[in-house]
């Protein structure tokens, strides 16, 4: 009897997760995400499923998906609750970044201690006074000086593209801009973007489709 059960249910679970995607489907990404790559993988989810409804929540912050009633979250940082999945969506780097109109009139640093002699803007969320960089060999500490902070990568991109001066930004916020990337062989830290959503049986059919459709649009397909 029980056999026949499991049967029943499983067959119930696949017919489920084979459905076409339809209703609300809720998304949390932090602010940078939400107003950079975000908008397009949506458009192109609701133009492909048309019985589908989406909510972002823009938080950053780490949400209680369960809690919040949240199907899909796409975060970077890693992952501490083991009744969650996690799926790999993107790596990014941190870097340096400017205008070209500021490199124009203010040069281009050739070596990360050049980086004093520059308008740095600080990014207290991702470092303090001192600022480490990597490369393939070494790791060097500088203390470039900054008159202006800024504490969110969304807004520090639009600082940047005014040419204000030279600073740290996720490369996923600077594609697609016209911000050139300083000291490409250094980086101040490396990740990756993954799609977190409650661990079950089997995936949503909405959530199978979006996180198909946001790997489409990364991979540039039609």
Same mark, same amino acid.
């Given at each position: 009897m029980r056999g026949l059960e499991e049967i029943e249910t499983a067959e119930a679970e696949l017919s489920l997760s084979a459905a076409e995607p339809r209703g609300l489907l809720r998304i949390t990404a932090p602010g940078d995400v939400a107003h950079g790559m975000l908008p397009?993988?949506?458009? *192109?989810?609701?133009?492909?499923?048309? &019985?589908?409804r989406v909510e972002?929540?823009?938080?950053?912050? #780490?949400?209680d998906l369960l809690a919040e009633g949240i199907h899909l979250a796409i975060r970077a940082?890693?992952?501490?609750?083991?009744?969650?999945?996690?799926?790999?969506?993107m790596p990014f780097s941190v870097g340096l970044w400017a205008s070209r109109g500021y490199l124009q009139s203010k040069g281009t640093p050739?070596?990360?201690?050049d980086l004093e002699d520059h308008a740095y803007l600080l990014f207290p969320r991702f470092s303090t006074q001192t600022l *480490?960089?990597?490369?393939?060999?070494? &790791?060097?500490?500088?203390?470039?000086a900054g008159r202006l902070? #800024?504490?969110?990568?969304?807004?520090?991109?639009i600082v940047l593209l005014r040419g204000e001066g030279i600073g740290l930004l996720p490369d996923y916020l600077a594609r697609d801009t016209p911000l050139v990337r300083v000291l490409p062989k250094w980086t101040w830290m490396s990740g990756a973007l993954s799609f977190v959503y409650p661990g079950q049986r089997?995936?949503?059919?909405?959530?199978?489709?979006?996180?198909?459709?946001?790997?489409?649009?990364?991979d540039g397909a039609s």
């Open positions: 397009p993988i949506v458009s *192109r989810f609701m133009a492909r499923f048309p &019985r589908t972002v929540v823009v938080a950053n912050r #780490v949400v940082a890693p992952l501490r609750d083991s009744s969650l999945v996690a799926r790999k969506f050739k070596t990360p201690a *480490r960089l990597a490369d393939a060999r070494s &790791r060097i500490e500088i203390k470039p902070a #800024v504490d969110d990568p969304g807004t520090m991109r089997f995936v949503p059919a909405n959530v199978r489709a979006f996180i198909d459709t946001a790997l489409a649009v990364r």
